[in-house]
């Protein structure tokens, strides 16, 4: 890659009609712009799956310290 060249900070998604749904109510019930709603649900399954996966090593999180499922 030319050294010129620069990494852009957004990127485009596309999602299924209904998800876009699913994400729009979870946005106007928590009174957040959509983009921030997607930036927070992505993060949430980040951390979701980095928990199922400690939780099966010897240094996972204790059951207090996973991650709560967060409220549609």
């Known amino acids: 890659m030319p050294e010129t060249m620069t990494r852009s900070v957004t990127a485009r998604i596309r999602m299924p009609v209904e998800f876009l749904a699913i994400v729009d109510q979870y946005a106007a019930a928590h009174q957040l712009p959509r983009s921030v ?19 099966t090593s010897p ?10 499922p967060l409220a549609a």
């Open 37 to 55: 709603a997607v930036r927070k649900l992505i993060g949430h399954g980040l951390v979701s799956e980095e928990a199922k996966h400690a939780s």
């Open 59 to 68: 240094e996972g999180f204790s059951k207090d310290q996973q991650p709560q």
